[in-house]
């Protein structure tokens, strides 16, 4: 299998890596798959206005979720910034 090379962060070494397959078939898949969902989605919109309120289907148990996410998201960026901030890279 084809090797990758990566260098150690503390002795600057080179380490040979192997090729990871599965990762990168996995991460084909994926954008594969989310191109789909943004074909089909397109789709489905006809106007301006179906596009940014999705044509007003979206519940609230659908925004809830979607709050939460944005919530969630930006915490976990904010908290991580902060943890490097404190504790360095290291940990």
């Known amino acids: 299998a084809p090797t990758l090379w990566a260098a150690d962060a503390l002795t600057g070494a080179v380490q040979k890596q192997p090729l990871n397959v599965a990762a990168i078939v996995m991460f084909v898949i994926f954008v594969a798959f989310t191109l789909?969902?943004?074909?089909?989605a397109s789709k489905k919109n006809k106007t301006a206005s179906d596009y940014y309120s999705a044509g007003g289907k979206i519940t609230g148990f659908q925004n809830g979720l979607?709050?939460?996410?944005?919530?969630?998201s930006a915490a976990s960026f904010l908290g991580i910034s902060a943890?490097?901030?404190?504790?360095g890279y290291d940990g």
């Open 83 to 87: 943890l490097v901030y404190t504790s």
């Open 66 to 72: 979607a709050i939460a996410g944005d919530y969630m």
């Open 36 to 40: 789909y969902i943004t074909y089909w």
